[in-house]
C-alpha cells in the first residue's frame, strides 16, 4: 500500500498505525494519503525499516509484532550507501525502484528467485551440455529454452529451480535471480565471490547480503557506479536495467523517488560525496571496462514483477 491507495487495507492499516503510536492519531477513513505515509515512515524508523513510507508486508507483519532477523534495516543501507560514496538518500532510491522490497519468501524463508530457462538454454550450450543430453531442449522446455518465459511465479520458481539443477546445479544457479535486486547468478565471479555456490549461500543469509550483492554489482562497473554518484538517472538505468529501460520508465521512477527520499532524509543529503575506500581485507569486485557494453543485472523478459517491501 502506498499513495493513493484506498479500502479496507487500510483502513486496518491505519488503525493498527494509531494502535503502534501514531502521532498524531490518524483518521481512519481507509485512504493512504501524506498522513498515512507520515506515519508509515516514523512507524518504519523506530522498527529499523528501510523507511520508504510503503506499506508492504514486512512492514505490515512488523505492525502485528512479527518480525524476521534476516530483514534488511536503515543501517545495512547506511552501510552501503558509505561504501558506494553516497547519500542514504541515493542508496534508498535505489531499493525504492531497483529491488522487489523484499528477499525472502515469507511463508518459506527461501530467497525470492526467478528462474530463467532461456539463460539455462544459453549457458547449458555454451557449458558442452548439450554434448551430453542432446534432447534437453525437447524434453524439458521449461526450463530450457532459448524463449524467454513459463514463469510459475512465487514459490513455485523453486520446482523449476530444482528440475533444472538435477540437469545441471552450477548452471541452474547462475540461470536465476536472486533476492530483493533480483541480480543474476551468473554475475557471481564479476561480484568478486569464489563461486555460483558462494554467492548463492549468501543469498540465502540475509538481505544484508543482498543489499552488498548490488554494492558490488554497481563497484564492478565505474561507469553506472559513476552515474549514481552523480545522480544521472538516465545514465545509471540504462546501464543498471540496460538498454530498454525508457520502456518501463527507470529513470523517472528513479528521480521521483529521490525527490521523495531527499524528503525523508534531508539532514544526510549533500552534494560533493567522495567514494569510500574499502578495506583491504574486504571482498576484490571485478571491474567492467567503460567502453563494454554494460552488464544489465538480469536477463530477463519480465520486468513488472510486483514489490513486496
Not at 491507495?5 to 477513513?29: E, F, Y
Not at 544521472?232 to 527507470?250: C, D, I, K, Q, T
Request: hydrophobic share 35%.
Amino acid at each position: 500500500m502506498k499513495i493513493g491507495s484506498k479500502g479496507i487495507d487500510v483502513r486496518t492499516l491505519q488503525q493498527r498505525l494509531n494502535k503502534a503510536g501514531a502521532n498524531p492519531q490518524l483518521i481512519v477513513d481507509g485512504l493512504f494519503g501524506e498522513s498515512t505515509k507520515a506515519a508509515v515512515i516514523a512507524f518504519q524508523k523506530s522498527q529499523g525499516i528501510i523507511p520508504i513510507g510503503i506499506a508492504g508486508p514486512r512492514t505490515q507483519r512488523a505492525l502485528q509484532g512479527i518480525v524476521d532477523p534476516k530483514h534488511a534495516s536503515q543501517n545495512d543501507l547506511q552501510k552501503a550507501a558509505e561504501k558506494l560514496g553516497v547519500s542514504l538518500a541515493v542508496m534508498a532510491t535505489i531499493a525504492e525502484v531497483e529491488s522487489i522490497g523484499e528477499g525472502f519468501f515469507g511463508n518459506t524463508g527461501k530467497p525470492i528467485i526467478l528462474f530463467e530457462r532461456h539463460v539455462f538454454h544459453e549457458r547449458a550450450l555454451a557449458s558442452g551440455l548439450f554434448d551430453e543430453a542432446p534432447e534437453l531442449e525437447h524434453k524439458y522446455p521449461n526450463v530450457c529454452n532459448p524463449a524467454p518465459g513459463g514463469y510459475a511465479g512465487g514459490n513455485a520458481e523453486y520446482q523449476r529451480f530444482k528440475l533444472a539443477c538435477t540437469l545441471s546445479s552450477t548452471t541452474a544457479k547462475e540461470s536465476c535471480s536472486w533476492g530483493m535486486f533480483q541480480i543474476m547468478g551468473y554475475h557471481w565471479q564479476i561480484l568478486g565471490y569464489d563461486s555460483v555456490d558462494h554467492f548463492v549461500a549468501a543469498m540465502h543469509e540475509s538481505e544484508a547480503n543482498h543489499i552488498d550483492a548490488v554494492v558490488r554489482f554497481i563497484k564492478s562497473q565505474p561507469e553506472m557506479h559513476k552515474a549514481l554518484q552523480q545522480k544521472e538517472w538516465s545514465e545509471f538505468a540504462y546501464r543498471y536495467n540496460g538498454p530498454a529501460y525508457h520502456r518501463n520508465l527507470y529513470d523517472v521512477k528513479l528521480k521521483r523517488a529521490y525527490e521523495e527520499c531527499q524528503e525523508v532524509f534531508p539532514e544526510l543529503e549533500h552534494s560533493g560525496v567522495e567514494p569510500a575506500h574499502d578495506n583491504g581485507d574486504e571482498h576484490e569486485v571485478m571491474t567492467v571496462k567503460a567502453n563494454q557494453k554494460p552488464a544489465s543485472k538480469r536477463k530477463s523478459a519480465r520486468n513488472n514483477r510486483g514489490k513486496q517491501s
